[in-house]
């Protein structure tokens, strides 16, 4: 992991102690270390986290605004890896439904273990018109190594 440092802005008077006597070593300003993150890729991503509800409701809007996806428009979801992918197709059976949420359909809930209450991280990408659903065990699978690698000290 690539780390940077920054130096707190605190006048030096608050460095240092009573009656003017530097404190530890000689009141000089110890850099925090703050992790640099990596730049954004040219995907303009929106997120959202989303609570399953028992009727298999995501009680997230903002990502499906994000893709100009209003009630009723026509999606058609694939599973992927563990993930589902939402796309719009004139000839899906699949809707948003009239309140604005989009609903998964019972053997999409079954073949990701989705249970009421598990939260599913929503990735939309509107300039592709695309958004990949991740269920906790997806989720898992994917951070799995890359936990192992910061946990271990290596740079993933």
């Known amino acids: 992991m690539v780390t940077s440092t920054i130096v707190p802005a605190l006048p030096s008077t608050r460095l240092r102690s009573p009656g003017g006597v530097p404190g530890r070593g000689s009141g000089a300003v110890r850099p925090i270390p703050i992790p ?22 995501l009680a997230d809007r903002t990502v499906l605004r994000a893709l100009h996806w209003g009630p009723g428009h026509p999606l058609a979801l694939t599973l992927v890896s563990g993930s589902v992918l939402v796309v719009a197709r004139d000839d899906a059976t699949a809707r948003v439904g009239n309140d604005g949420y989009l609903r998964l359909p019972v053997g999409v809930r079954r073949a ?3 249970m009421p209450g598990d939260r599913v991280l929503l990735v939309a990408d509107p300039s592709a018109g695309r958004l990949l659903l991740h269920p ?4 898992g699978a994917l951070l799995d190594a890359h936990h192992a690698a910061i946990l271990s000290g290596a740079t993933p």
């Open 136 to 139: 906790p065990a997806a989720l």
């Open 112 to 114: 990701c273990r989705l």
């Open 36 to 57: 640099v993150l990596p730049c954004p890729t040219a995907c303009e991503a929106e997120y959202g986290l989303a609570t399953l509800d028992q009727y298999g409701r």
